[in-house]
């Protein structure tokens, strides 16, 4: 007896495709879809899924990953094949056709496979909302924003993200888009530069020489020449290493709240990138579980139709108990759960500690040195808030 129940009136939808979890970036490849199996297997565990509307969600079509990438990217994303490329002229020169084929984003098996099983999820959790079939939707093979128009890039080939926003746009005016992986949202927050009706806030480590993508300082705010409507519509918080959960909550309520009082957006997508996670293999940052599934608890607070996205995420049983503790919040039985993870979960020793919620010393031993003063904090806060003097809803 899991005492998981349905709330009435109120519908949140999960989508997955188990045939997208088994596909492999290559051996030492940081990225591993598997997290999403094991991440399910959790959720489940817990018995989540009497709770929610559970869909197997489907490859998008062509022309739905048209609406964002250009057909000559989506026509070789089809065609090219993980063997080894014949050594021809035009495979020696080291500019790869598109980014694809470097060791960021290999050439896989079933490469297209997976790219449109991530695009579908994404699509029918939009549609989901537009339809008004459920609340909170929430697509964790989701979440890959640093593909662009007509390239792959950081481990993403195909913007779910952008392809849903694009579905959202169809029926609302306004959507905002909050991005709290450890990277930058650099591929959203480029596919929506000229719009006014899209506005990008992206937490991240900011180190541009050191830290993918190196993008997204915090006075780039869209480009600010021409009478371009999109201007002061993307925001940035660049951050540095070991930001702690109080220093998140802190500026996640404080930057959050003050876009959604001024932007007025209709719908909330929410990349919940797992890798600003203590203990990421790729992450700088100090959150915990509790203090990243916050920020799903304040979007969901705000009482707006939302999309819950997965994103980066490199240690996998992090990645497992966040998505887990954020689909609980989203079902609201975040309380009712046991901090002690079921006795019946597969992988049970994938996890090394019993609980949903390990210590700073259980996760890392010695926690990475903070190097975010509260005085920088205050600062960004403050440049944020006058950006928003431009904004009007
Ligand atoms: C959303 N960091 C994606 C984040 C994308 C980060 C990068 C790696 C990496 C790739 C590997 C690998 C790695 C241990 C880490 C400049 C380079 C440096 C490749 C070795 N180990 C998301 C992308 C980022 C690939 N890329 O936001 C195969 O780290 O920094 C870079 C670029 C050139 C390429 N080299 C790294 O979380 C989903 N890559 C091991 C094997
Ligand atoms: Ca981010
Ligand atoms: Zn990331």
Redesign the pocket.
Known sequence: ESGITRPKGYNVSFHCNPDMEKHHF?M????KPWRLTLSKSLIYSYGMSFAMDNYISRAATYEELASFHSTDYLDFLGTVLPEPVPRDLENQNPDLKFNLG???CPLFDGLYDYCSLSAGGALDAARKITSKQSDIAIAWGG????AKKAEAS???YINDIVIAILELLRFYPRVLYIDI???HGDGVEEAFFSTDRVMTVSFHKYDPHNF?PGTGALDDNGPKNEHNPGAHHAVNVPLNDGITDEQYDMLFNSIIGKIVEKFRPSAIALQC?A?SLAGD??GRFNLQVQGHGACVEFCKKVGLPLILFG??GYTPRNVARAWTYETSIAVGCQDNISPVLPQHTPWREQFRQDTLFPTLEQILGEPRQNRNPQKRLQEIVQHISEQLRFVQA
């Not at 979440?143 to 640093?146: A, C, K, P, R």
Request: net charge negative.
């Open positions: 290559g030492t490849h940081p990225m470097g060791s960021d979440g890959l924003h640093h950081g481990f993403c992986d450890v990277h993918f990138g890798d293999r790729l994103g980066g």
